[in-house]
């Protein structure tokens, strides 16, 4: 049996869901390498909804988040909080403003950002078990919250997300686009992907390597 990896998504579209080529990227080297995955995202609503060809909220509308998550998953997505870290051997995040709207309140809150009980219950789970997690883009700024201060994370060099990160306890290391950054005691690997990137194929280079690397955390 191969091993499993949990995805864990916050919507669908850069704006206000998971950043759509950032998921991609990441479902492919799963497939590429053989591993079986299951995508996850919170039966809730959006924060609000973005109009990505202007950038501006539509007034009036309202998403779930676990609906607008299936377009990315082709319908193949579970409730978040029926994820069981017992039955996946590592978990990712990929990025997006979904995780700043949506699975936290760090769009508006800053360092004092509360993340969703959903999302708590389900990665305490996974890093009570030393299991692999894998976190890009904006996603890392939640790790203080989520797993316990002092676990070095990414976002590449925004200082104002790197400044929320150590208010909050965390260690910000900074890194280009096309590499990682390894909590090897704590398995957790980040990448800034769209942090930094600037084309599909620099987020690639950082997303494929936390990939491989989440692959080989899962065999040690």
Known sequence: ????????????????????????????????LGLGYRCFAPDID??????????????????NVLTESARLAR?????????DAEAFDAVILPGGFGVAKNLSDFAEAGDGLQVIEALTEALAGFHEARK????????????PRLLGPGIAVTVGSDPGVAGAISAMGGLHRSCGVEDIV????????????????TRISEAATGIFKLVDRIDELMDL
Do not use: W
């Not at 319908?75 to 994820?83: A, F, K, R, Y």
């Not at 692999?132 to 790790?143: E, K």
């Open 46 to 63: 959006q924060h609000h909804v973005i109009d990505h060809r202007h950038g501006t909220p539509v007034e009036g509308e309202t998403r």
């Open 132 to 143: 692999p997690i894998g976190l890009m883009c904006i996603s890392p700024v939640l790790v």
């Open 1 to 32: 049996m191969s091993k499993q990896v949990a995805v864990i998504l916050s919507g669908c579209g850069v704006q206000d869901g998971s950043e759509i080529y950032e998921t991609t990227l990441t479902l492919l080297r799963l497939d590429q």
């Open 182 to 197: 390894l909590d090897f005691e704590n398995r957790v690997v980040t990448t800034p992907a769209y942090m930094l990137a």
């Open 75 to 83: 319908g193949e997505i579970s409730p978040l909080d029926e994820l």
